[in-house]
């Protein structure tokens, strides 16, 4: 027998206006901002994630990657010496390496709902925190950085992740540059980067984008 879907309820989020002033609360989706669940699905949605960065280039020569030893150093018997048919052999000096690393590929890929449960889970954990910060506009007098540390210093975050529309173009050039942000296009949203930053700046359009990414995902892919 199916389970019966869980109703969440939505949830309240800070709004500041284009001035930077704190206007009347947002309301999020709770299928998206207000889970609940196994919060091992963040470790393993960070663990994927850092995984897949692994460039795996390391390369050590076996002793077929070494240039020369194609003659057999000695004959076999009568020398009194050991047997030895390379000078590559990793037992002398200027030999192979013994299962030393090759380039290899360490990414894989969790399920997609998991993958999407860890996300919706680690944006509610910032929303329920009141870490997650929604913004009428971020659009800037003009693009310069400098507006930018303004922007986000009127609104009282010191390590936040900047979600961004398709509209914002100018505030992503603008802040692409800080030290103690990050600014991500909706479509770039990941569970590290949620997790790795303190607080969250969106629009509420971007809101609205994420909701539309997932709410349909969730309620399709999981109960929890």
């Given at each position: 027998m199916p389970k019966a879907a869980v109703k969440h309820e939505p949830v309240k989020v800070p709004q500041f206006s284009a001035a930077r002033e704190r206007i009347e609360d947002f309301e999020?989706?709770?299928?998206?901002?207000?889970?609940d669940g196994d919060n091992s699905l963040l470790h393993e949605?960070?663990?994927m994630q850092l995984a897949n960065r692994r460039r795996g280039n390391a390369s050590t020569k076996t002793k077929?990657?070494?240039?020369?030893?194609?003659?057999?150093?000695?004959?076999?018997?009568?020398?009194?010496?050991?047997?030895?048919?390379?000078?590559?052999?990793?037992l002398w000096r200027h030999g192979g390496t013994i299962?030393?690393?090759?380039?290899?590929?360490?990414?894989?890929?969790?399920?997609?709902k998991a993958?999407?449960?860890?996300?919706?889970?680690?944006?509610?954990?910032?929303?329920?925190?009141g870490k997650l910060v929604i913004v009428e506009s971020l659009e800037l007098a003009e693009p310069k950085t400098k507006a930018a540390v303004a922007?986000?210093?009127?609104?009282?975050?010191?390590?936040?992740?900047?979600?961004?529309?398709?509209?914002?173009?100018?505030?992503?050039?603008a802040a692409r540059n800080l030290a103690k942000h990050k600014v991500l296009p909706t479509v770039g949203l990941n569970v590290y980067d949620?997790?790795?930053?303190?607080?969250?700046?969106?629009?509420?359009t971007a809101a609205?984008?994420?909701?539309?990414?997932?709410?349909?995902?969730?309620?399709?892919?999981?109960?929890?």
């Open positions: 999020v989706a709770g299928a998206v901002f207000g889970r949605a960070v663990r077929g990657f070494i240039s020369g030893g194609g003659k057999k150093p000695w004959r076999q018997k009568g020398t009194g010496r050991a047997r030895a048919g390379s000078t590559r052999s990793p299962f030393g690393p090759q380039p290899r590929d360490y990414s894989y890929k969790m399920p997609k993958w999407r449960h860890a996300l919706c889970l680690a944006l509610s954990d910032r929303a329920k925190n922007f986000l210093a009127g609104l009282g975050v010191n390590h936040a992740l900047i979600i961004v529309g398709d509209e914002d173009a100018n505030f992503l050039r949620v997790l790795n930053y303190d607080e969250i700046v969106m629009t509420k609205k984008a994420i909701e539309a990414r997932l709410t349909e995902k969730v309620k399709a892919g999981a109960e929890a």
